[in-house]
T-cell receptor, first 113, second 113 residues
């Protein structure tokens, strides 16, 4: 596609619900990144894929967070048993390789009530 | 590990006035430096970057930033701002050329008529 696409754009979840956030990277991009941006703060790194391999998940805040990219293209970030502190914008970015410019999607705004 | 500090959370300025958005960083390794812009309801867009060579880098819309290694700074400047420059600006560093980014907290530039 023309750019990184994320869905849904907005998600409201009740505390305790599970959510799944989708990222469609730019076609052909092998590297994919997830960031979390809390209100009024800069994005913070969550996890990184090279093709289908998750090479770094050091930024995932708890074991409730899980990301996958089974075919090396679309990625899903799953949050189990959501908590209020999970409320944030989740940004996805892709790049053609590990050391090239990353292009960001518009993000998914998650609100946990 | 790296960290980025943006000292000003908000910068109000009148149209056609000059502006400087400050960014300082710390890192135990050599890093590349970036400025991203986020317009309302849009994703992050790369504004400019310093990878090597001349320490003064420019964007296509009149912004410039200067890498100062001794002061570990990468301040963003524009000699005359427009209403359309109103946005959130993020400074970021990376150990490679474009991703695995560490962001600052952001500076909201508010241009007033």
């Amino acid at each position: 596609g023309a750019g990184v696409s994320q869905s849904p754009r907005y998600k409201v979840a009740k505390r305790g619900q599970d959510v799944a956030l989708r990222c469609d990277p730019i076609s052909g991009h092998v590297s994919l990144f997830w960031y979390q941006q809390a209100l009024g703060q800069g994005p913070e790194f969550l996890t990184y894929f090279q093709n289908e391999a998750q090479l770094d998940k050091s930024g995932l805040p708890s074991d409730r967070f899980f990301a996958e990219r089974p075919e090396g293209s679309v990625s899903t970030l799953k949050i189990q048993r959501t908590q209020q502190e999970d409320s944030a914008v989740y940004l996805c970015a892709s790049s053609s390789d590990w050391n090239t410019e990353a292009f960001f999607g518009q993000g998914t705004r998650l609100t946990v009530v | 590990a790296q960290s980025v500090t943006q000292l000003d959370s908000q910068v109000p300025v009148f149209e056609e006035a000059p502006v400087e958005l400050r960014c300082n960083y710390s890192s135990s390794v050599s890093v590349y430096l970036f400025w991203y812009v986020q317009y309302p309801n849009q994703g992050l867009q790369l504004l400019l970057k310093y990878l090597s060579g001349s320490t003064l880098v420019e964007s296509i819309n009149g912004f410039e930033a200067e890498f100062n290694k001794s002061q570990t700074s990468f301040h963003l400047r524009k000699p005359s701002v427009h209403i359309s420059d109103t946005a959130e600006y993020f400074c970021a560093v990376s150990p490679n050329a474009g991703n695995m980014l560490t962001f600052g907290g952001g500076t909201r530039l508010m241009v007033k008529p």
